[in-house]
């Protein structure tokens, strides 16, 4: 199978096949599982469950644009199905991306329950049945690791917060019952992009950045505390949610694809290489101040992160992530200014820049 270069011309023969039969999504009112949708809407597939809570946030308005055939929610999923493993009708894909994904949330058995418990119930449950199943683990299960391999052990790694240690455990769950053989596992790195502004405080440096611009003009970021790296320059693996969700999607066609992979650009950048975009997306000068980072944090932080994509390769994925200055302007022009949410209904400029310099390339 030949994958996309993120969103091109080829995008609608990799979710070709998705038109046949029913796609469960969980955690589909929330950043990524919401992107999804809208990348499946945009292809025509409407023949969706899509599942959450909807809380007293506003992640409810993720949903108000998209098209799906019914809404259940979480709890009463994992409940109907294990009533009745045929209540869902035909189902052929599984997107379990439904989490508790904040880094600071320090109730362990909140996490445990919603991360790793319900996993491995709905997972059992899609497997047993023959769903083609996609999970999303999380890059925080790397903790310090700069050159994040998914061919690393699993039980090499060593996570630095109790959210990454409930994905490392579904992760290592999965092996040991032979399912890494039959699904699909995702390590999402630095996600940003439209639909994430209910996420609080775990919100994107670029959806934060936009938002001290607009206060003040000026945007803080953390001054350097090792000597090898410049203020500005840590250095992050950045991926737009639109190339995250057509890595998803390309690897849930891959007929051979299963285990682990990493969704990434691949790349090292730098916070000023994302940060100084937004300010021209704006049509401003960069104006960044360098404030201490706090003593409590700098023992963990890290200050480089790049994922390995061979895998994603050898699954047929071309991973010619496009160039992250243009994502971010995006991002900023398209959604944050304007204050929208991804709409199928809307025309896509990124998938039309992105497709015209393929065209310009070839």
């Not at 391999?149 to 990454?164: F, G, I, V």
Request: glycine share 6%; hydrophobic share 40%; proline share 4%.
């Amino acid at each position: 199978m030949k994958a996309p270069d993120a969103f091109t011309d080829n995008f609608s023969a990799v979710i070709a096949h998705l038109l046949e039969g029913r796609i469960v999504v969980t955690g589909a009112a929330g950043f990524i599982g919401s992107a999804l949708v809208w990348a499946l809407n945009r292809q025509g597939v409407e023949d969706i469950i899509v599942c959450d809570r909807l809380d007293e946030s506003e992640k409810w308005k993720n949903l108000a644009p998209l098209r799906f055939a019914d809404y259940i929610d979480a709890d009463d999923l994992i409940d109907l199905v294990e009533c009745d493993a045929q209540a869902l009708g035909d189902v052929r894909f599984l997107f379990h991306l439904g989490a508790c994904s904040s880094t600071t949330e320090r109730d362990s058995q909140y996490l445990l329950r919603n991360n790793y418990e319900y996993t491995k119930r709905i997972v059992r449950w899609a497997l047993d049945r023959g769903v083609r199943t996609v999970y999303a683990s999380s890059a925080a299960t790397y903790g310090l690791l700069e050159l994040c391999s998914d061919e690393e052990p699993l039980e090499r790694l060593r996570p630095l917060n109790m959210y990454a240690y409930s994905k490392q455990m579904f992760d290592c769950y999965a092996a040991r019952e032979g399912w890494l053989d039959r699904l699909v596992g995702l390590k999402y790195f630095n996600v940003f992009g439209p639909n994430e502004w209910h996420k609080g405080e775990m919100r994107s440096v670029v959806c934060k950045a936009f938002e001290q611009i607009a206060c003040g003009g000026t945007v803080n970021l953390f001054r350097s505390h090792r000597p090898e790296f410049t203020d500005g320059g840590q250095q992050r693996d950045f991926i737009y949610v639109k190339d995250a969700v057509a890595m998803t999607l390309a690897l849930a066609q891959a007929p051979l694809a299963h285990g682990i992979y990493n969704v990434g650009s691949g790349r090292a950048s730098t916070w000023l290489e994302l940060i100084e975009p937004v300010f021209a997306a704006l049509g401003l000068p960069p104006k960044i101040s360098f404030v201490d980072m706090p003593e409590d944090l700098r023992h963990a932080y890290q200050y480089r992160t790049q994922a390995t994509l061979g895998r994603l390769a050898g699954a047929g994925y071309a991973c010619n992530v496009p160039p992250l200055a243009g994502a971010v302007q995006d991002y900023v022009r398209f959604y944050l200014q304007p204050h929208r949410r991804l709409d199928p209904a809307q025309p896509d400029h990124y998938l039309q820049s992105v497709t015209a310099a393929a065209r310009a390339s070839a």
